[in-house]
């Protein structure tokens, strides 16, 4: 294996790194017109009237549209495979508004001045509603935030009520044997209780939402936008304009960053309906404002998680209650409350009992959509939690407690049925790799762990702690995701890589490449990747999920097996021998039996032009069937100030399985960027809004994110030494994995540093401060 | 209104509003390695040089910029590429919207600070946001690239 495992450069770095112009904004034509969206002032209320006469009447406007102009086509934005779980609960432009920020009307002008100044000039009479701003008074709230919801196309596996604002409810109640959940906890020796909070949070991508469009000579609609899901947004804005999927062409540039904040549609609609109704070039780039209180973020959950267990720390029945903030649309409703479950309970595969129980809301703040863990972050932040909260209450080593419950090789675990063949506990699926029993004993290596638990004091206002947690995510949904890559050879002996899939900055062109390279038994110098373009690659669902090094990296494989064959069939005609009689060294064909030999460079010439002309194009797909999760460990040590609150996190620890790393050095720089967004989401993103649902931090200057001065941390990524039977060359995922677990290993450090208990994210100075002046008071 | 502008060596005239910060002005005139990713001058993302010194293009008006000598990276593509080299080889080159900015102001700190320590390091860029690396390994980059043990 030569590519494999090797960590070469981004294919596309050093474009990125010397400022080539390769973004969406750098490409759109400059006589685009600029189309700026009216937003709504108010969290929840109807249009009596909208008059845009005066509107018009500025000299360099376009068009200006409404709800009225707009197709009455329900749909969702949430960029998910088709059909969507999730129900079409939303227009392009709607009479109703239902958060601070929602679209009123679509202004096109000659420049951003003049679209601006005409939004002034647009007069709307609103009926105000009282909103719903509380995610826990949600639930049968007198304002109903979807009351006119006739037309739309409810998902009936995600059973939601309307009039109740529930945009989904999800269940599930497993146990072995005759008895229930609830007489199991009647037999634990100890049974705990603990909810735990998470906030908001923003993706903050550096590139904010943006696309433009324009027809081309067939009068068909081109998008170019920075996007995780160019096929989803063929079909979605498709149909949200009544129009099919033959008639759009999307195409990805580079994109800045996305982190699922671009699996949700935003900026596509507005350019392309411009486009439709005027003919012209258009485009939409959302301010850092608008990509702030319009975009989506992270579902903010409450759990309340119930555990028990035996006194030698045997865990016997886990118990999940959540209750999620979708927002005023409901795009990632089930897809991220279930989630929070079956992608943890996995994890303690040895209960006896599991029971799992959830709302998704509707409120009127911006709506949640698909963040980075998706999910899984807040389900392991509340199961970990619990966990080292049941080590310190039966006074075990929080590892130690691990050890004993945590999946193992080779194990089956329920929590793998439910998430992928749904209730079908025929045949319980096994965790082909798990590397988690290697990770927690080098993770305590690598933290001094056993020196360091719980705690060391400094100095007299300074203590230190430890603290660990587990992770787990899926590759990929099985049976729903599918992928597909085509490969071609050319003259002189080269190869292109045609892929749907979606490089989001991840580096996945490269190590796609990398994959092809090996399949197909060549260097990886001879591949040309081209992606992202849904008249020219084939299908791909796009990055999300953790899907791509998984589910498109065994579609490559079977597209480079392809390929070989196909090359020795044809060298063979070409030597005119047969193949079995072919040696292939990666360069050239030998033919054993005469001794001739035939060059790519020759081959791929000859099979181009003149007689022997052959195009050797494959293409392979696949349909993950299993979930083939990834499993971390992490361990940080942090410093508490007890005068100031101030938690810094002087080491942290990550040990990852993803199966082969196909990547070493993108996986690792992969790790350390998640394990620093979890960082931020445990200590210092903030999400506030005031009274009315403004929120009031909707800038870089208010919403935090870490900064390079906030990361002073000692951090060690390393990866197991595991091998997953069904990934491509062993590899699993790693995107959304690495997030997870920071919260919940911060939050028991500090308690083990000094013993208060912070359940709700983000753990502020103020908090610890205000915790520990409680504790002093008791 | 037209103002006079030295940008990478070569004199333009060029026709400006008022209010008007470089980061536009620069974009509209193809100068497109300069990025923009806030309104309030907090991501760096639109760093430049402004006789030599790194300045957030997105606070600096054009008109300020009169009778100064502007580099935009595309001005100091060898040296962006010898920086580059650096981020790339340690993979922090992620999605890439912030490694223009970036590379701008390590060009900067290089012409101000000799030898920097690892805290230099860190103050000097702490404008410079980054969602996708988490720093650390953009730090191993930087310290390879001046030599930093
Ligand atoms: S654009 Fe953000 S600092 Fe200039
Ligand atoms: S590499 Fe994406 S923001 Fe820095």
């Not at chain 1, 899907?547 to 030597?575: C, D, H, M, P």
């Not at chain 2, 606070?59 to 981020?87: N, P």
């Amino acid at each position: 294996m030569k590519a494999v495992n090797k960590p070469i450069s981004k294919i596309d770095g050093m474009g990125l790194v010397t400022g080539k112009p390769v973004y969406t904004d750098d490409l759109a034509p400059k006589d685009a017109l600029i189309v700026k969206i009216l937003r709504s002032p108010h969290a929840f209320a109807k249009m009596k009237d909208i008059d845009v006469s005066r509107a018009l009447k500025v000299p360099g406007v376009e068009c200006v549209l409404t709800w009225k102009d707009i197709p009455r086509i329900p749909f969702t934005r949430s960029g998910a495979s088709f059909p969507e779980p999730a129900s079409y609960d939303s227009y392009i432009l709607d009479e109703y508004v239902r958060y601070v920020g929602d679209s009123v009307a679509i202004v096109a002008a000659v420049d951003e001045e003049t679209a601006e100044k005409a939004m002034k000039m647009i007069k709307v009479d609103y009926e105000v509603f009282e909103p719903v701003i509380d995610f826990e008074k949600a639930i049968d709230h007198p304002s109903v935030i979807h009351p006119d919801h006739k037309n739309y196309k409810p998902n009936a596996i995600i059973h939601p009520n309307f009039d109740r604002n529930v945009a989904c409810e999800y269940e599930y109640d497993w146990s072995k044997g005759d008895k229930g959940i609830d007489e199991i906890f009647a037999e634990c020796d100890v049974v705990i209780e603990n909810t735990t909070y998470n906030q908001a949070q923003e993706h903050a991508m550096m590139e904010t939402h943006r696309s433009y469009t324009y027809k081309d000579m067939h009068g068909r609609l081109v998008i170019v936008s920075s996007t995780q899901v160019p096929f989803h947004v063929r079909r979605t804005v498709a149909r949200s304009l009544g129009m099919t999927p033959d008639q759009v062409r999307v195409i990805k540039p580079r994109i800045g960053g996305g982190f699922g904040a671009k699996q949700n549609l935003q900026a596509e609609f507005y350019p392309a309906a411009v486009t439709m109704r005027t003919g012209k070039p258009a485009k939409m780039i959302f301010s850092r404002v608008e990509n702030t209180i319009c975009g989506t973020t992270r579902h903010r959950m409450r759990i309340d998680t119930k555990i028990g267990a035996m006194k030698d720390g045997t865990i016997r029945a886990i118990d999940m209650e959540v209750l999620s903030d979708q927002g005023a649309y409901g795009e990632h409703s089930k897809t991220t409350l279930a989630p929070a479950g079956y992608k943890t309970i996995p994890l303690y595969n040895k209960a006896d009992a599991y029971r799992f129980h959830g709302y998704t809301a509707y409120t009127n703040l911006p709506t949640a959509g698909a963040f980075r863990g998706f999910g899984v972050t807040q389900g392991i932040f509340a199961t970990e939690s619990i966990v080292n909260k049941l080590a310190h209450e039966l006074d075990m080593d929080p590892a130690v407690i691990r050890e004993k419950n945590m999946l193992k090789e080779g194990e089956t675990s329920v929590g793998f049925n439910l998430s992928t063949v749904f209730d079908d506990l025929s045949e319980l699926q096994t965790a082909e790799s798990c590397g988690l029993e290697q990770a927690v004993k080098r993770g305590k290596e690598l933290i001094g762990w056993d020196e360091k638990f719980p705690k060391k004091e400094v100095s007299s206002s300074k203590v230190r702690g430890v603290g660990m947690a587990l992770s787990m995510q899926g590759s990929g949904i099985p049976n729903i995701d599918s992928a597909s890559a085509t490969i071609r050879f050319q003259e002189n002996g080269f190869f292109t890589l045609l892929l749907g899939a979606t490089d989001i900055g991840t580096g996945s062109d490269t190590i796609l490449k990398q994959i092809a390279a090996d399949a197909i038994g060549i260097s990886e110098d001879r591949i040309r990747v081209f992606s992202s373009d849904t008249d020219l690659t084939p299908f791909d669902v796009g990055a999300y999920a953790s899907s791509t090094t998984y589910v498109t990296g065994n579609a490559v494989i079977n597209a480079g097996k392809l390929a070989r064959e196909e090359l020795f069939k044809q060298a063979a005609r070409l030597l005119e021998t047969d193949v079995d009689s072919l040696e292939f060294d990666g360069d050239k064909f030998t033919d054993k039996k005469s001794g001739e030999v035939l060059d790519l460079e020759h081959m791929g010439t000859k099979l181009t032009y003149g007689k022997f002309q052959h195009q050797i194009e494959v293409t392979g797909s696949y349909v993950p069937y299993k979930a083939a999760s990834p499993y971390m460990a992490c361990f940080v040590e942090v410093e508490v100030d007890t005068e100031t609150g101030i938690v810094e996190v002087p080491n942290m620890v990550g040990v990852v399985d993803c199966g082969t790393p196909i990547n070493p050095k993108l996986a690792k720089v992969q790790t350390e960027g998640g394990l620093i967004q979890g960082l931020g989401l445990a200590l210092i993103e903030k999400i506030s809004y005031d009274s009315r649902g403004r929120m009031t931090t909707d800038s870089l200057m208010e919403y935090k994110i870490p900064s390079r001065d906030d990361i002073k941390t000692n951090l060690v990524v390393e990866f197991t030494d595991t091998y997953e039977p069904t990934g491509p060359y062993g590899a699993k995922s790693i995107g959304e994995i690495v997030l997870n677990p920071t919260p919940p290993a911060i939050q028991d450090a500090i308690y083990n540093a000094t013993g208060i208990w912070l359940t709700d994210l983000p753990m502020t100075p103020e908090k610890v401060l205000k915790a520990l002046k409680e504790k002093k008071n008791k | 209104m037209q103002i006079k502008l030295n940008i990478n060596g070569s004199d333009k005239t060029l026709d400006v509003k008022p209010h008007e910060f470089l980061v536009e002005v620069l974009r509209e005139n193809g100068y497109l390695g300069v990025k923009k990713g806030c309104e309030t001058g907090n991501c760096g993302l639109c760093t430049i040089l402004i006789d030599d010194k790194p300045v957030l293009s997105c606070s600096y008006l054009a008109v300020r910029a009169e009778g100064k000598k502007i580099t935009t990276i595309e001005g100091v593509q060898a040296e962006a590429a010898e920086v580059g080299s650096f981020l790339v080889e340690e993979g922090v080159d992620q999605c890439g919207y912030c490694s223009p900015g970036l590379v701008m102001t390590i060009i900067g700190m290089k012409k101000e600070i000799e030898n920097p320590t690892e805290d230099d390091i860190r103050n000097y860029l702490t404008n410079n946001l980054c969602r996708c690396t988490g720093y650390v390994g953009q730090l191993r980059a930087i310290k390879k690239l001046m030599g930093v043990e």
